[in-house]
Nanobody, 127 residues
Framework: VQLQASGEAWCSLGGSLRLSCAASGRTFSSYFMGWFRRAPGKDREFVVGITSRGGRTYSADSVKGRFTISRDNSKNTVSLQMSSLTPEDTARYYC?????????????????????WGQGTEVTVSS
């Protein structure tokens, strides 16, 4: 699966942004999808994830209640809706996908189970 991310790149404190990731390939509907981010000077971290059929979603504590992941398997897309943004959310955001296996369900917060990655989208939140 090839992933291509798009979306707004900048907003001010308290604002909202939406990122989308389009996938090519026939296996998207079998993929667990996640969004990760890497802030300047920090390690890459898990943000949100969604199971292959969209039945369950997962969020990092830092974004819980503010960020929502969704997917449309008919369109091969996964989206990240972000609200109540703060400068601490400034980072490069990556969509990632991997087969929705037991290993993925156990280790989705780690980057290693993911097989395919988008190129990333810079998000800047100003104060």
């Amino acid at each position: 699966v090839q992933l291509q991310a798009s979306g707004e790149a900048w907003c001010s404190l308290g604002g909202s942004l939406r990122l989308s990731c389009a996938a090519s390939g026939r296996t998207f509907s079998s993929y667990f999808m996640g969004w990760f981010r890497r802030a300047p000077g920090k390690d890459r971290e898990f943000v949100v994830g969604i199971t292959s059929r969209g039945g369950r979603t997962y969020s990092a504590d830092s974004v819980k209640g503010r960020f929502t992941i969704s997917r449309d398997n008919s369109k091969n897309t996964v989206s990240l809706q972000m609200s109540s943004l703060t400068p601490e959310d400034t980072a490069r955001y990556y969509c990632a996908g991997g087969r929705d296996t037991l290993d993925m369900r156990v280790g989705f917060r780690d980057s290693r189970p993911y097989e395919d990655w988008g190129q990333g989208t810079e998000v800047t939140v100003s104060s």
